[in-house]
Antibody
Framework: EVQLVESGGGLVQPGGSLRLACAAS????????MTWVRQGPGKGLEWVAY????????YYAASVKGRFTISRDNDVNSLYLQMNSLRDDDTAVYYC?????????????WGRGTLVTVSS | EIVLTQSPGTLSLSPGERATLSCRAS???????LAWYQQKVGQAPSLVIY???SRATGIPDRFSGSGSGTDFTLTITRLEPEDFAVYYC?????????FGQGTKVEIK
């Protein structure tokens, strides 16, 4: 089955760190570009970070640049998001999503998400 | 950065009716970079339309996308019960991806 499964969410104090993972299966992970998108409670979607298939291109949203790091391991079909210096407004469901090899500007498969709660 | 404004915020319709959702951009851009997503309650978003008018795999033909420049539209010709959801438009440009605030299509 073609799917993405996120893990690693949880409760963390402000200023703390968390590492999210996204396991891909059912498709050739190494050929797809990947991204993280988050959704705050009762809010809309916000793009967070992007990594190209070969890891050569990485972009971040201004709201997380310098605090979050996106990475991937194509040998184990996994995407990661290292989140440091977490703030209250980072509280959200974090989704991983893939972008097709031929068009990185839209996302054709999404995981179910993992909830990150930043609170003291 | 381009801002996407969706209207209306909420659309109250009955099954079988036609839904017309608008997405307006603060600047003109290539329509290839416009996509629409559907998000049902408690679920992840899923791709509906890409390139402004191309349906994603498995999307029924009652869904159609149109538009260019700054004005884009998602139309659902005859609403089915499973179509009631929140719809987001999304744009890529300048090394970032932005979403509209969403339109909720609810049962009247």
């Amino acid at each position: 089955e073609v799917q993405l499964v996120e893990s690693g969410g949880g409760l963390v104090q402000p200023g703390g760190s968390l590492r999210l993972a996204c396991a891909a299966s059912g498709f050739t992970f190494s050929t797809y570009h990947m991204t993280w998108v988050r959704q705050g409670p009762g809010k809309g979607l916000e793009w967070v970070a992007y990594i190209s298939s070969a890891r050569s291109i990485i972009y971040y949203a201004a709201s997380v640049k310098g605090r979050f790091t996106i990475s991937r391991d194509n040998d184990v079909n996994s995407l990661y998001l290292q989140m440091n210096s977490l703030r209250d407004d980072d509280t959200a469901v974090y989704y991983c999503a893939r972008a097709p090899p031929w068009s990185y500007w839209y996302f054709d498969l999404w995981g179910r998400g993992t909830l990150v709660t930043v609170s003291s | 950065e381009i801002v996407l404004t969706q209207s209306p915020g909420t659309l109250s319709l009955s099954p079988g009716e036609r839904a017309t959702l608008s997405c307006r951009a603060s600047q003109s851009f290539n329509s290839n970079y416009l996509a629409w997503y559907q998000q049902k309650v408690g679920q992840a978003p899923s791709l509906v339309i890409y390139g402004a008018s191309s349906r994603a795999t498995g999307i029924p033909d009652r869904f159609s996308g149109s538009g260019s420049g700054t004005d884009f539209t998602l139309t659902i010709t005859r609403l089915e019960p499973e179509d009631f959801a929140v719809y987001y438009c999304q744009h890529y440009g300048g090394f970032s991806w932005t979403f509209g605030q969403g339109t909720k299509v609810e049962i009247k």
